[in-house]
């Protein structure tokens, strides 16, 4: 379709009437005003609406000429501008190209130019033998053909199939057409478009005629359908109907994820039904690295819970501590006490509940690494500040983490003051600003062993005389930030802030607290809080002026310059209020903890029980006991309440929940006390009882050749469906155990699936072992599809393949894989020459180098093979030669390979 015209998308749905194809052509004459159509004319409601339209023209005499017959090119100028109309545009080499061959592209006649290059393309024209025949007569059934055609390329369907499921009317002439014509004119019958019973389709069409056919044509009714429905999120659609149209649909109900949903919905007054699908990418791991010897970087694509972080990460073969999780929630971080040294060691990351919605998790990440650490650490920087001419305090930043032997700054040795991960403090020595120093760290050693004998830097002095400043501001009614831009000196800063500092409009003190160092500011950040709960008393807003003493220093012991400054407090009389709640459950889908949040930090409080603090009822109107064994706590500062079951519990459906005043204070001066308030815990409905999953570690692969399975709970075995011994319930690396044989315990509990001989073909430490669709013994519950890397062994016998005569001592054997032997050759071999079982023995091998699956054997005596017809070599015994992998086995028996 290398000439279809490109299509403007349409954005209003709407009916195809003739108002609606109006285009830019001012028509000569209305056709209220044509002379010879009267207003009694049958056609000319029909003319007057095309004429508007712009579809087709009168003459500049004020005439019509309804009754003149109706040529080839006039037809292709209507049904051009009509499909142009509706969005189709004007062929851009309408004026080089020509469509037919008596239609030239420089013809006078341009608007039939390109009308005639716009019909072709879209199909409604085809000519005949490449000609258009413009200036002949059309025909009835020529016309029904056309508009047939051009309403297809309008609307997508044809008015034959419009017309399907209408009951036929009579056209008694019918035989008389072409038989291509026939469908088309019983259309127009059935529609409506043609309402006489004798179609005449030999018979040419009158203007008036055309005008009543096309316009009628324009008004068919064509069904909408939905072309397209697409998700855009969980409860919008971005739907494009049968005309092109489309329209933004917002539905009442949140889509699933990732899961086709039959929905409904109405546009323009109409219900319209969808499949759709809302694809979101499931949140993953988006790598797993090791980055300095015994640190582990765990990477996702979104942020994960931070309740939900413990015991997920494992690296086989290495021992990880507690995780801790980035701030954007993107990163987890954990560290190995010993240097992680691994070869083909499974790394497997348990799905995560994700921050966005604690019921979506990431996926299972399984994969292989290989590390080991055989970087010697080095300095990575050298830093040394003063506020005067010299130092005596140097810190060296290392690559990663090592212990240092010994420690020097321009050749003097210096005393390793702290050591803090990377990070050394050297003191003792002293060093001046303004010149070059060198700092020398000795049998540097990380935690794999690496050492550099001597790692070595020079560096600078930085001269910092700069006083710090501060900045003051309310941080509650009864507490002031103090914020510094420099690291002070902590003893010094709440030496100076204590109490007595803070002024009251008078400069009478107020009692305060001594300032406090707010954690990870980098001891930049205090808070001084006022303990007179009289401040108040008399106004709600009150300023008071802070004295900041000249004692103070920052880190290096620049003076901060002595000042006052203002500040305003306001008077916090606004009670707490809850603003949500959130619903953490475990993977049974039983509740864990239930967390009701607040606008504003409140004081801490511990042993809440819930059954005293909240009434709870049921959807049946009835007091439920159901979350009254919760017990609540709240953390200093905290926006949030914390109850928690001691053993989860399946709770499901709504629970409105009222909770009693005073269920939690803010930290005001004059604490306010929440009122009495109401929530509804939706914890919709539980997972259901029909799914049961396996431990992990369900997999044992204690010997070669045999899995044992364990069930938590007694399943199926035998011939039935959802057996635990159907081979088709378990795969290995994806590949169907084919061969292997399966037993069930006692107890129904274990599986034991003995591998055929040859399964696996080479030793692998992370196979992914998959079993799913066994029932249990009941038949209600099914194993939720369970995965775990197993550690196989190769189990298939090396196999001769061939032998090759080297010389009349020599013969090389090859096998399908890589081989060992040991011990003699002469029990293991038989040669045969021309039948017979020869007295020489193969008594000698050694593989051959580069062929790891090649034996090059030497025999007992020489044997001159030129004299002989056939030579043959005979596996008898396979104690000798075994292959490479940890189960070292031995050679397939009774193998006999020719070798002449």
Do not use: C
Not at 109 to 124: F, P, R, S
Not at 500 to 507: N, P, Q, R, T
Request: hydrophobic share 45%.
């Amino acid at each position: 379709m290398a000439n279809q015209p490109k299509k403007y998308t349409k954005f209003v749905a709407a009916a195809a009437t003739a108002t609606l194809v109006a285009s830019a052509i001012v028509p000569v004459a209305s056709a209220a005003g044509f002379s010879d159509v009267a207003d009694t004319n049958s056609h000319a409601v029909n003319i007057n609406a095309l004429v508007d339209a712009g579809i087709i023209q009168g003459y500049p005499d004020g005439t019509f000429k309804p009754n003149q017959e109706l040529t080839r090119g006039q037809v292709v100028k209507m049904l051009g501008k009509w499909v142009e109309a509706q969005g189709f545009e004007i062929p851009a080499d309408y004026a080089t190209k020509a469509r037919f061959n008596d239609v030239a592209v420089d013809a006078k006649d341009q608007e039939l130019v390109k009308y005639a290059a716009l019909v072709a393309d879209t199909g409604v024209f085809n000519g005949s033998n490449g000609a258009l025949n413009a200036s002949g007569k059309i025909t009835r059934e020529n016309m029904a053909l056309v508009l047939d055609r051009a309403f297809k390329a309008i609307n997508d369907t044809t008015l034959v199939e419009l017309a399907t499921e209408i009951e036929d009317v009579k056209v008694a002439d019918l035989a008389t057409a072409k038989a291509e014509a026939r469908e088309a004119i019983q259309a127009l019958r059935d529609l409506g478009i043609t309402v006489v019973e004798n179609f005449n389709p030999k018979n040419t069409v009158t203007r008036g005629q055309f005008a009543s056919f096309l316009n009628k044509t324009i008004n068919t009714a064509v069904e909408l359908t939905v072309k397209e429905a697409v998700a855009v999120d969980a409860k919008t659609l971005n739907v494009t109907l049968s005309d092109d149209s489309t329209h933004v649909v917002a539905l009442e109900k949140a889509l699933e994820a990732n899961e086709a949903t039959k929905v409904t919905f109405t546009i323009d007054g109409k219900e319209y039904t969808a499949t759709v699908t809302f694809k979101v990418e499931a949140p993953k791991v988006m790598s797993v690295n090791i980055v300095d010897g015994v640190t582990v970087e765990v990477k996702f694509s979104e942020a994960v819970l931070k309740s939900d972080i413990n015991n997920k990460v494992s690296i086989q073969g290495t021992t990880l501590d507690t995780a801790t999780l980035s701030e954007d929630g993107k990163t987890l971080t954990l560290n190995s006490a010993t240097a992680i040294n691994v070869k083909d060691a499974a790394v497997v990351v348990e799905p995560i509940r994700t921050a966005k919605d604690r019921l979506v998790k990431t996926a299972k990440y399984v994969s292989v690494v290989t590390y080991k650490d055989e970087v010697a650490p080095t300095i990575a920087s050298v830093k040394a500040t003063t506020k005067g001419k010299a130092t005596d305090t140097v810190v060296v930043t290392l690559t990663e983490a090592a212990t240092v032997n010994t420690a020097k700054i321009n050749g003097q040795e210096a005393t390793i003051s702290k050591v803090e991960g990377k990070t050394i403090t050297l003191t003792g020595v002293t060093v001046e600003a303004g010149k070059s120093h060198t700092v020398e760290l000795f049998n540097v050693v990380d935690t794999a062993g690496n050492k550099s004998v001597k790692a070595s830097k020079a560096f600078e002095v930085s001269v910092d005389t700069v006083a710090p400043t501060a900045t003051i501001e309310a941080a509650g009614d009864n507490t002031i930030l103090v914020t510094f831009d420099k690291s002070m000196n902590v003893d010094s800063v709440k030496a100076a802030l204590v109490n007595g500092i803070v002024k009251d409009e008078l400069l009478g003190a107020v009692t305060s607290d001594t300032a406090t160092v707010v954690e990870k500011s980098d001891n930049k950040q205090f808070l001084v809080e006022l303990k007179d709960n009289t401040i108040f008393a008399n106004k709600d807003s009150r300023t008071f002026t802070v004295v900041l003493g000249g004692t103070m220093t920052d880190a290096l012991g620049n003076k901060f310059a002595a000042t006052t400054k203002s500040v305003t407090l306001t008077k916090d009389a606004v009670k707490p209020v809850a603003t949500g709640y959130d619903i953490i459950v475990d993977e049974a889908g039983k509740v864990e903890e239930i967390v009701v949040e607040f606008n504003e930090a409140l004081a801490a409080k511990t042993g809440i029980n819930f059954g005293d603090i909240a009434t709870v009822v049921n959807a049946e109107g009835k007091v439920d006991s159901t979350l009254n064994t919760l017990t609540g706590s709240v953390e200093k500062g905290s926006k949030k309440v914390s109850f928690k079951f001691a053993t989860p519990v399946l709770v499901e459906g709504k629970l409105a929940v009222t909770f009693n005043k005073e269920l939690v204070t803010d930290l005001a001066l004059a604490a306010n006390k929440s009122d009495a308030f109401n929530m509804t815990f939706d914890f919709g409905t539980a997972k259901t009882s029909t799914e049961f999953e396996m431990a992990a570690g369900a997999f044992d692969t204690t010997t070669a050749d045999t899995i044992k399975v364990t069930f938590p709970e007694a399943v199926k075995g035998g011939a039935v469906a959802g057996s635990a011994t159907d081979l088709a319930n378990y795969t290995l690396d994806g590949k169907a155990l084919t061969g292997a044989t399966i037993t069930i315990s006692a107890d129904n509990k274990v599986a034991t699936i003995k591998l055929a001989e040859g399964t696996i073909t080479a030793d692998n430490k992370t196979a992914v072992m998959k079993v799913s669709n066994v029932q249990n013994l009941a038949g209600t519950k099914t194993v939720k599809a369970y995965e775990q890397t197993i550690a196989v062994q190769d189990t298939k016998a090396p196999e001769l393949t061939s032998a090759v005569i080297v010389d009349n001592e020599t013969i090389e054997l090859t096998y399908n894989e890589a081989v060992q032997f040991g011990g003699t050759f002469a029990s293991d071999f038989s040669l045969i020459v021309d039948g017979q079982v020869s007295t020489v023995a193969l008594s000698n091998a050694a593989v051959v180098a580069g062929k790891e699956n090649t034996l090059r054997v030497t025999l007992s005596a020489p044997i001159n093979f030129s004299l002989v017809d056939t030579v043959a070599v005979k596996v008898i015994d396979n104690a000798s030669v075994t292959d490479k992998g940890e189960r070292k086995n031995a050679q397939k028996l009774n193998i006999e390979v020719k070798a002449k």
